[in-house]
């Protein structure tokens, strides 16, 4: 079973080193040590930015999930309260085949909140066995095994890519950085998800939904399973894993601030901003989609309706204007309809 899951990781193992190789070239090309660590450390933080850029596209349809879920929770309680008390099989079922009916006609999907964490988990197992490779010097593809020794006895503050805190204790820089990269990487989670929490949560969710629930736990459990298990990655992981988060954390803060939840904290200031910042232009902008612009009445339509446009509120009377008043006849023109001939 092993030998089949590693076979199914050796391709992305493949495509990992060579990424990483293909960094390691150009920051060389710029001048840097080929041999040094912050070259290998610059490779592996090129690595994520790449991951990143290419599950873009996932997290967009991982927020869109995400706020469809917000929606229909209201839905889902009616469900459950419905079906509450009810454990034969049959209620159980009925109550799955609402639920699943809810998700169609709503257009959500549960699993795709959890898409692009199960998309990059591969890579990250691929990364952590191709630096597990380095530590005894072999490579894989691209990443020779002369590359894969330049990798091993790379050190970053004095520390070597390959090592990990349990098997370098003695070793007191490896000790010093897995701990601060820990500290960080737990710090930086916490960060996005209270952030999350605090200004991109729908204000119609209380605390006893399901969904605020879960984010709750994961604000506190999260950061804990960071610092149980990065004392076993070695340090090229580990900065994998915190530049990782630390894009996580300015993505995250980018939609908040530019894309926030409807009713959420984050909408109100939004739309805060965008009044002021429209009031320094002088084109006072609706905190409503469909109240009119804030300092203005709409202009009456010609059924006292109004249309949309700002009325002109200064003191000056506006004069009625003809269509023909200024229009110059032509000799054999008639004259317009109502008008008067010489």
């Known amino acids: 079973m092993i030998d089949f899951f590693m076979s199914l990781l050796r391709p992305i193992q493949h495509v990992v080193a060579w990424i990483m190789v293909r960094f390691h070239e150009l920051f060389t090309a710029l001048g840097m040590d080929a041999d040094g660590g912050p ?75 959890c898409l692009p964490l199960l998309l990059q988990s591969p890579i990250f197992l691929a990364l952590f066995y191709t630096l597990n490779g380095i530590k005894d010097g072999n490579g894989i593809g691209a990443l020779t095994d002369q590359l894969a020794a330049q990798a091993r006895d790379a050190t970053l503050f004095g520390a070597p890519l390959s090592a990990t805190f349990w098997g370098d204790k003695s070793d007191p820089a490896t000790a010093i950085l897995t701990i601060a990269m820990i500290v960080l990487m737990s710090a930086s989670q916490f960060i996005t998800q209270k952030q999350l929490m605090a200004k991109n949560t729908s204000s119609a969710m209380d605390e006893s939904n399901p969904f605020a629930q879960q984010q709750k736990m994961m604000l506190y459990l999260l950061p804990v399973i960071f610092a149980i298990s990065g004392v076993h990655f070695p340090i090229g992981v ?39 910042k429209a009031a320094r232009r002088g084109t006072p902008l609706s905190l409503s989609k469909d109240a009119p612009a804030a300092g203005g009445d709409a202009a009456p339509a010609a059924d006292g309706s109004s249309n949309g446009q700002p009325v002109r509120r200064s003191g000056q009377r506006q004069q009625p204007r003809r269509n023909d008043r200024n229009r110059r006849t032509r000799p054999g023109t008639p004259p317009a309809s109502g008008g008067r001939t010489r």
Do not use: C, H
């Open 39 to 113: 070259t290998w450390a610059l490779s592996i933080i090129g690595l994520v930015i790449v991951i990143r850029i290419v599950l873009i596209p996932l997290f967009v349809k991982q927020i869109k999930a995400m706020r469809g879920m917000q929606v229909i929770q209201p839905e889902m309680r009616k469900i459950q309260q419905k079906y509450k008390g009810k454990t034969d099989p049959a209620s159980r079922q009925a109550m799955q085949q609402e639920m699943m009916a809810l998700y169609r006609e709503s257009g959500t999907n549960p699993m795709a909140s």
């Open 238 to 276: 580990l900065l994998y894993w915190l530049t990782t988060n630390l894009w996580s954390m300015g993505q995250q803060f980018y939609v908040i601030r530019r894309m926030p939840s409807p009713g959420s904290l984050a909408e109100k200031e939004l739309e805060a901003r965008r009044a002021r």
